[in-house]
C-alpha cells in the first residue's frame, strides 16, 4: 500500500510540473515522433500490401493452385489428373522476337499463348478494334492469328492496332491493345513488352522447339469455396501421383512469392533505418532530459530538503517524461496510420493489388512500444543523476553549471535491461536475425567510436598549441571545456552522416559499375532457343555480320534439384543452407561440357577427361556450393524434362559472375546429359560494333532464324541501371530520416547548452569582446567540430561501403571525391549554421539582465 501511495503522490507532483506545458520538450517529442512515425509507417505499408496479396492471391495466380513445367506439356495422365480436381487453364510463356512484316525491324517480346479457359479468375482489361470475346479476338482468320500488344510494342516497331507482326514462323494480327492481364504479378518480372495470343497461335509460329525455353503453365481453379487444407490435399496428390513430373506447384497463398520476398526485405532495411533514426532520437532524449532537471535543480533541491528520497526525485521525473514521450508516439502513430493509404495512392499503378485500407495495429503497437522503451533507456540514466545528488550539492550549484558524475548502479543496470527489450523487439519487428543483429552492432559500434572521436576532438583541442587569434583560441577553448557540446554534437550528426556516405558511396559504385565498367566487358548480345540443326547456319551469319566479334556457344538446358544426397532439397536447405537458397527455388540453366569453361578456375577437386564414360558428374560453383552445405563427393538428383539425372559433384570452380559471360552454377559432364532435347545459348562481344552494325546482326539474325531470341545487353544494362537508380532513390529518402533526427538532436543539444553560451557572452562582453569576435569564436568551434564529423563519417562511411561492394558483392571500390566534398559542406552548414541560428539571438542581449541572474 505504501508503494502505491508514494506512485500516487509521485503522479501528483509529475503532472502538477507539466502544467506548465511542453515549452524545451518540442525536439524531444519531434524525435520520438520521427522514429516512431518511420517504424511503424514502413511495417505497417508492408503489412497492408501482404494482407493484399494474401486476400487477392487466387485472382493474383490465377486459380488455386498453378503447376509449371519447363520445356515441356502435361502429359495426358497429368492433364486428367488436373482435370479431375477442377477448371484448369492452360497457358505458355516464353520470350522470342516479334518483327514487322518486312524484316526492318524487330524487338524482344514475353510471349503468353492462353487456351479459351484463361483467365480463370479475374479479367484482362483491353482495347480491342471490334466487339467480342477474347478467345474470338485471337482467333485464326485466313492463317493470321489475333494479338494483343502493349502501347510500348507498338511504339517500338511503329505500328498500330490492325497492322500485322510477325512472330516466328507465323504471322498475326493485333487486335487491340493490352491494358492490364489479371495475373501477370505471379509470373514476375517481365523483361519485355507482353505479346498475348492463343496457344494454337503459339503452335503456327514454330517456337515450340525441342529445347526451347518455354514455361508452361497449368492453373487449376477447384469448386466451391475451398480451404487451404483442400488446396494442400491436392499438392500431396499430385506429388504422390506423379514423383518425377518436375513441376513446380504454387497456390494462392504464395501467388507472388517474389514480389512478397521483395517487399519483406525492403521493409526490413527500412524499420532498420526508422530504428537508426529512433535510436539517434534517443540522444536527443538524454539531452533534452538533462536539460530538463538541470532546469529543476532548486526544486529537485526544496523536494529532498523536505524529505523526498532520491527515488522518489527519480520516479516523479521519470513519469513526467513518459508522458511527454506518449505525445511523441501517439502523434507518430497517427502519421504511421496515414502512410499506406497516402502510400497507396502513389503506388496504384505500381503494385498489382490495392494496398488494405484497414489500420495494421500489430506495427503500430510495436513501433508505439519501440518508442516508450527508446524513452526511458536514454532518459533513466540522466534521471538517475539527480536522484543521487544531496541537496546542499544543488543548492550550492544552483547559480550555473550542470549535474555531473555518474548515476547510481541500479539506474544503469535498468537501462540496460530495457536496452536489451529493445534489441529484442528489433530482433522480433526485422525478422532476419543476422541482418538485424548485423545492423544493430553496428549501431552501438557507431556509438561507441562517436563518441571516442567527441573524447579525441576534446584532447586535441586541449593539447593543441596556443594560437594568436583570439577567436579561434577561445573556440578551441569552448570544444574541450567542461559542459562542452562537442560529444553531443559529433553523436549526433555523425551517424546521420555516416549512414549517408555509406549509401552513397555503394550507390555510386553500383551505378559506375553498371553503366561503365559492364558495358565494357559484357558481350554485345545473348542469343538464346538455337537449334542443334541451326548452329552452323547460325555460327556463318555471325561470321558475316561481326567479323571481328567473339561468338562463344554453349548447349543449354532447364532442371530443377530435386535431392540432394537423397534428401529434398527445401529439406536439405532448412538443414543444411546458409544462403544461396535461391540455387534450390524454380528451375536453373544447365549445361555440359568435356573442358572446363571459361570464366571459371578450379578451387578443389578435378575436372573429368573430354571422353569420361563412367558415373555422371557434376562441377559446382563454388560459393553457391560452400553456402549450400555441398561437398565434393556428394550427390544431386536434378529433374530435367520429368526424368531425374543423379550426378556426383566431381570439383568446386570459382566463376566470375561479374563478367556477364556464359556462366552456370551446374556443368554436368557430356554423358549424363546424353540424349536430352536441347538449344544452345551463345554470347557475341564485340566492342567496336557500332549501333548500327549491331541492328545490322540482330537483323540478320532474326529475319533468317525466327525461332532464335536475341537480348541485346545494352538494353538489359540500362533496365538495370534505371531499377537500381529507382531504388537508391527510396534508400536516400529512408537515409534522410535518420539525417532528419540527426538534425534535430543537433538542434536539441545546442539549445541545451543556450544557458552556458548566454553566460560565455556575458563575461566576455565585460571583458571587452565585440559581436564579431564572438560570432566569429562560435562560428570557429562548430565548424572545427562539424568538419571533424564529417572527417569520421567518410571514413567510418566509406569503410562500410567498401564492405558491402569489395567484401559482399566481389566488385572494384572507389571513394567518391565528390561525395567527400558535399558531406564536409553539409556538416559545416548544419553545425555552424544551427550553431550561429542558436546564439545569435543571445548575442543581441545586453548584459545587464543577463548580470543580474548570474
Known amino acids: 500500500m505504501k508503494a502505491i501511495a508514494d506512485l500516487r503522490l509521485a503522479c501528483r507532483f509529475a503532472l502538477r510540473e507539466l502544467r506548465g506545458g511542453l515549452s524545451g520538450f518540442f525536439i524531444f517529442v519531434a524525435c520520438i515522433a520521427l522514429g516512431t512515425a518511420a517504424i511503424g509507417g514502413v511495417n505497417a505499408l508492408s503489412a497492408a500490401i501482404q494482407d493484399s496479396l494474401s486476400s487477392e492471391g487466387r485472382t493474383i495466380l490465377g486459380g488455386d493452385l498453378r503447376f509449371e513445367l519447363n520445356q515441356r506439356e502435361a502429359t495426358d495422365e497429368e492433364r486428367a489428373f488436373l482435370a479431375d480436381q477442377g477448371e484448369v487453364a492452360e497457358s505458355a510463356v516464353l520470350r522470342s522476337m516479334a518483327r514487322v512484316p518486312d524484316g526492318s525491324d524487330q524487338t524482344l517480346v514475353e510471349v503468353k499463348a492462353v487456351d479459351g479457359n484463361w483467365p480463370l479468375v479475374g479479367s484482362v482489361d483491353y482495347e480491342a478494334i471490334e466487339e467480342g470475346a477474347l478467345a474470338s479476338l485471337l482467333a485464326e482468320d485466313g492463317g493470321v492469328y489475333g494479338a494483343l500488344v502493349p502501347d510500348l510494342l507498338l511504339q517500338r516497331l511503329g505500328l498500330s492496332v490492325g ?40 503452335r503456327a509460329s514454330g517456337l515450340l522447339l525441342p529445347g526451347a525455353l518455354t514455361e508452361w503453365q497449368y492453373r487449376l481453379k477447384l469448386p466451391g469455396n475451398t480451404s487451404q487444407s ?70 529537485i533541491a526544496t523536494l529532498r530538503s523536505l524529505g523526498a528520497s532520491g527515488g522518489f526525485v527519480f520516479r516523479v521525473y521519470l513519469i513526467q517524461i513518459m ?14 496510420a496515414l502512410i499506406p493509404p497516402v502510400a497507396g495512392l502513389f503506388l496504384a499503378g505500381l503494385l498489382p493489388v490495392s494496398i488494405s485500407g484497414g489500420l495494421q495495429w500489430l506495427p503500430l503497437a510495436n513501433a508505439a512500444l519501440c ?135 555503394i550507390d555510386t559504385n553500383l551505378r559506375r559499375q553498371i553503366s561503365g565498367s559492364l558495358p565494357e566487358i559484357a558481350p554485345n548480345f545473348f542469343f538464346l532457343d538455337v537449334q542443334n540443326d541451326q548452329i552452323d547456319e547460325f555460327r556463318s551469319i ?38 544461396g537458397e535461391w540455387v534450390l527455388r524454380g528451375d536453373r540453366g544447365l549445361t555440359y561440357s568435356p573442358t572446363l569453361p571459361e570464366n571459371s578456375s578450379l578451387v578443389e577437386g578435378e ?64 554423358n549424363a546429359l546424353a540424349g536430352a ?42 533496365l538495370v541501371d534505371r531499377l537500381v537508380g529507382q531504388l537508391a532513390t527510396a534508400i536516400r529518402a529512408a537515409a534522410a530520416v535518420a539525417l532528419i533526427a540527426s538534425v534535430l538532436v543537433l538542434a536539441g543539444a545546442l539549445a541545451a547548452g543556450q544557458a552556458a553560451r548566454r553566460r560565455d557572452a556575458t563575461v566576455l562582453k565585460m571583458l571587452g569582446a565585440t559581436r564579431g569576435t564572438l560570432i566569429t569564436a562560435f562560428a570557429s568551434e562548430y565548424a572545427l567540430i562539424g568538419l571533424a564529423t564529417a572527417i569520421f563519417a567518410l571514413a567510418a562511411g566509406g569503410a562500410a561501403a567498401a564492405y558491402v561492394i569489395s567484401g559482399l558483392m566481389e566488385l572494384p571500390f572507389s571513394f567518391d571525391p565528390a561525395l567527400a566534398l558535399i558531406i564536409i559542406v553539409a556538416a559545416l552548414v548544419l553545425t555552424v549554421g544551427f550553431g550561429l541560428l542558436g546564439t545569435w539571438r543571445i548575442l543581441g542581449e545586453k548584459a545587464a539582465p543577463a548580470l543580474r541572474n548570474l
Open 542 to 579: 555471325i561470321a558475316e555480320t561481326a567479323p571481328d566479334g567473339e561468338l562463344n556457344a554453349v548447349p543449354m538446358l532447364r532442371g530443377r534439384i530435386a535431392l540432394i544426397n537423397d534428401v529434398e532439397a527445401q529439406e536439405w536447405a532448412d538443414r543444411h543452407a546458409e544462403g
Open 163 to 202: 497492322d500485322e507482326i510477325a512472330l516466328g514462323t507465323g504471322r498475326f494480327r493485333i487486335a487491340g491493345r493490352l491494358l492490364t492481364e489479371p495475373d501477370a504479378a505471379s509470373e514476375g518480372f517481365a523483361f519485355a513488352p507482353r505479346f498475348l495470343t492463343s496457344l494454337d497461335g503459339l
Open 371 to 505: 518508442g516508450f522503451l527508446v524513452t526511458a533507456v536514454f532518459a533513466i540514466p540522466a534521471l538517475g543523476l539527480s536522484a543521487r545528488v544531496r541537496p546542499a550539492d544543488l543548492f550550492r550549484d544552483a547559480a550555473g553549471g550542470a549535474l555531473s558524475g555518474r548515476p547510481e548502479l541500479r539506474y544503469l543496470v535498468a537501462a540496460g535491461i530495457l536496452a536489451l527489450l529493445l534489441a529484442g523487439l528489433a530482433l522480433l519487428i526485422a525478422g532476419n536475425q543476422t541482418v538485424a543483429l548485423t545492423f544493430m552492432g553496428g549501431v552501438l559500434f557507431a556509438f561507441l567510436v562517436l563518441r571516442l572521436v567527441g573524447t579525441l576532438l576534446q584532447w586535441l583541442a586541449r593539447h593543441a598549441p596556443t594560437v594568436r587569434s583570439t577567436p579561434l583560441r577561445l573556440a578551441i577553448g569552448n570544444i574541450h571545456r567542461p559542459g562542452a557540446l562537442t560529444p553531443s554534437v559529433v553523436l549526433a550528426l555523425g551517424l546521420g552522416l555516416t549512414l549517408l556516405v555509406a549509401i552513397g558511396s
Open 323 to 336: 508522458i511527454i514521450a506518449a505525445f511523441g508516439v501517439a502523434i507518430g502513430c497517427i502519421l504511421a
Open 230 to 299: 483442400d488446396i494442400d490435399a491436392v499438392r500431396e496428390a499430385a506429388e504422390e501421383r506423379f514423383p518425377e513430373a518436375g513441376w513446380s506447384i504454387r497456390d494462392r497463398d504464395r501467388a507472388a512469392p517474389g514480389l512478397a520476398r521483395n517487399i519483406d526485405r525492403f521493409s526490413q532495411f527500412l524499420t532498420l533505418v526508422g530504428l537508426t533514426a529512433l535510436v539517434v532520437g534517443g540522444v536527443g532524449v538524454a539531452n533534452a532530459v538533462r536539460a530538463h532537471v538541470n532546469g529543476r535543480r532548486a526544486v
Open 607 to 670: 575436372w573429368w577427361a573430354e571422353d569420361h564414360s563412367g558415373e555422371p558428374l557434376v562441377s559446382f560453383a563454388e560459393e553457391e556450393g560452400r553456402e549450400l552445405g555441398l561437398s565434393v563427393g556428394d550427390s544431386v538428383t536434378i529433374n530435367v524434362l520429368g526424368r531425374d539425372v543423379t550426378a556426383r559433384i566431381a570439383n568446386f570452380r570459382r566463376v566470375e559472375w561479374e563478367s556477364l559471360s556464359i556462366n552456370f552454377v551446374m556443368v554436368f559432364s557430356p
Open 677 to 718: 532435347p536441347h538449344g544452345w545459348l551463345a554470347t557475341l562481344t564485340d566492342p567496336s560494333a557500332s549501333a548500327e552494325e549491331e541492328a545490322a546482326v540482330v537483323r540478320a539474325v532474326t529475319n533468317a532464324l525466327p525461332t532464335v531470341t536475341t537480348i541485346a545487353v545494352r538494353d538489359a544494362i540500362t
